[in-house]
């Protein structure tokens, strides 16, 4: 799924549920809250709301779903503890007693660098639910939604993923990264590989979307170094 600046993932989720509802399946939408690294959780699920959790419920078994966590799990995830095998990673499901009898934490493969984790809670939710965080994540100049370009594509032996100018690819060899460094480079490849159709972005958008891409991956190696002498 792309996300351009200002298209965040809250809405891949309301159209798989949506999908799913219409094919009949039974499924729950949830307050979710993605944490870049274990000491951002939140202390209590009230706090919840930057990401819509999804579930279904299959012949009495609940499965965790999803299309918006970057690049985490191919498939349903049964919601049960313990380490989930798909391909190369190996996810986690854990309860969360500190938080709530309902709270959960999906843990992502420590490969998949791009978060640490994502908590849950299994309380029903409702689009409405996610508004104030919709708003903000769509359109603060301090989102990352907002400042940058992500692609994600999963499969069942790896995922591949754009931040900006760079494509990166984890599977079971580990990780590979290259710099796009042209316009039509970073246009092929999202083409070719994520499947887009970006016929309808003129030349000079693409020129100005790639331009943004290039200064925004700059500033954040310039911060990143800078972190790192420190």
Same mark, same amino acid.
């Given at each position: =799924? ?7 993932? #809250? ?14 399946? *039974?499924?729950?939408? %949830? ?19 930057? =990401? ?20 985490? =799990? ?9 380490? %989930? ?30 978060? %640490?984790?994502? *908590? ?17 994540? @769509?359109? @603060?100049?301090? @989102? ?10 999963? *499969? ?39 499947? #887009?159709?970006?016929?309808?972005? @003129? ?28």
């Amino acid at each position: =799924h792309p996300c351009w600046p200002g298209r965040v993932l #809250l809405q891949p989720e309301q159209c798989l549920a949506s999908l799913l509802t219409v094919l009949g399946y *039974d499924v729950t939408l %949830h307050r979710g809250q993605v944490n870049g690294r274990a000491e951002s959780a939140k202390s209590t699920s009230d706090e919840y709301g930057t =990401h819509m959790a999804l579930t279904v419920l299959i012949n009495g078994d609940r499965w965790s779903i999803d299309v918006g966590l970057a690049n985490s =799990h191919h498939e349903p995830i049964p919601l049960r503890e313990g380490v %989930h095998v798909q391909g190369p990673f190996n996810f986690g499901l854990q309860v969360l007693p500190e938080i709530g009898p309902d709270a959960w934490r999906f843990f992502t493969d420590p490969v998949q660098t791009t978060f %640490h984790s994502m *908590d849950f809670t299994l309380a029903p939710a409702l689009w409405e639910d996610f508004n104030e965080h919709h708003a903000e994540l @769509s359109t @603060s100049p301090l @989102s990352g939604f907002v400042q940058n370009c992500e692609l994600f594509r999963r *499969d069942a032996l790896g995922t591949d993923f754009i931040l900006n100018d760079e494509l990166t690819r984890d599977d079971a060899t580990g990780r590979s990264t290259r710099v796009l460094a042209s316009v039509d480079e970073w246009f092929q490849v999202a083409e070719e590989v994520f499947h #887009l159709d970006l016929s309808t972005i @003129s030349d000079d958008e693409r020129a100005a979307l790639f331009d943004r891409m290039q200064r925004a991956r700059s500033e954040e190696r310039r911060v990143g170094k800078e972190c790192r002498s420190r």
